[in-house]
Structures are given as structure tokens and as C-alpha cells.
């Protein structure tokens, strides 16, 4: 029994939910999201109710029955609220510019690092040490800025790097003198 998938998603003002099939399209203020679901899944709405219904108890649909529904959940949630990620950068000499749509980061390589925003996505810069990433799509969102967390990494030994906001690098000792 799911906890999570036995919950009903309520639909929020502004937002259109077009169920065919097995495909839901979400439509709101900040834009549409489409996804499609598993034929083991069947979504049913009554009014401003959506419900999540499994076909069977197998391992493999009971995994997709709270899943799901929590997919349909951030979606409703993505296109009323953006996603934000925030990452911030460490290190002498390391920072970030925004050029057009596109991120101009210098983390200590010879070269610039460009990084294109893929569609869906706006980057806002308000310090050169600082990037929010914004989306509808709340895996993209985070996808895009694990990405971008992988241009430099944070190291271990003096911090230096891109690290998410809330992320909290362990320091490690270095070596002592005699």
C-alpha cells in the first residue's frame, strides 16, 4: 500500500490538466509540461481531483504508483512556482558572467568554460560567485545544475569550487609540518 500514490493531487487555480491516454499535459501561468505515463498507471480526474491508480500489486507497479504520482504533483507545482537551484563558487580568481542565455564560468582552467542553458531553463547571476538556475521542470532544474557543479567540483582541502547553497563540503586536514 502507498502512502504516497493513495494521495489525491489536488489542481490549483490557473492550472488546465488534459489526461489522454497515458499522457497528462499540465498548463499553467509559467508555461506547459507533458509527460508520459506508464500503461500500468491509470490517472483519473474528478473535478480539481486527480487520483493515481495502479493495475496490480507486482513490485514493478507498486514502485511507479507513488512515483508517479509525485511526478504529476511537481509538475502542477512547476508551472504555478519555477524551481530554483541555487550554486555558489569558491576559489581565488574563480566566477561566473552571464552572457545572453548562455554562463561564462572561470574556474582556474586555461580556457573559459561556456555552459548553453538547455530550453526550458534561465540562469540569473546576481554576484559573479553565485548562479540560480530557474525552470518549470523540476528534474531539469536539477539536472542542469549538477552539471554545471561538474565544470570544477568542490575539493575537500580548501573548499574550492561550485557547490549547491545549501551543501556543506567536510574539510579535510592537510599535511602537517615536522
Known amino acids: 500500500m502507498s502512502r504516497i500514490g493513495n494521495k489525491p493531487i489536488t489542481v490549483t487555480d490557473g492550472v488546465e490538466v488534459k489526461i489522454e491516454g497515458n499522457k497528462i499535459t499540465v498548463k499553467g501561468p509559467k508555461g506547459t509540461l507533458e509527460r508520459e505515463v506508464n500503461p500500468n498507471i491509470s490517472l483519473k480526474m474528478d473535478g ?11 513490485p514493478f507497479n507498486r514502485s511507479l504508483h507513488g512515483l508517479t504520482r509525485t511526478l504529476i504533483n511537481n509538475m502542477i507545482i512547476g508551472v504555478t512556482n519555477e524551481y530554483t537551484k541555487e550554486l555558489q563558487i569558491n576559489g581565488v580568481g574563480y566566477r561566473v558572467q552571464k552572457q545572453g542565455n548562455n ?3 572561470t574556474l ?3 580556457h573559459p568554460v561556456i555552459f548553453e542553458a538547455p530550453q526550458g531553463i534561465t540562469f540569473d547571476v546576481p554576484n559573479p560567485n553565485t548562479i540560480i538556475v530557474r525552470g518549470i521542470d523540476k528534474e531539469l532544474v536539477g539536472q542542469t545544475a549538477a552539471v554545471i557543479r561538474t565544470k570544477r567540483p568542490p ?16 574539510r579535510k586536514v592537510g599535511k602537517t609540518g615536522k
Open 103 to 105: 554562463l561564462n564560468l
Open 48 to 58: 480539481n481531483v486527480i487520483t493515481v491508480e495502479r493495475k496490480d500489486d507486482e
Open 108 to 110: 582556474g582552467y586555461s
Open 155 to 170: 575539493e575537500v582541502y580548501r573548499g574550492k569550487g561550485i557547490k549547491y547553497a545549501d551543501e556543506h563540503i567536510r
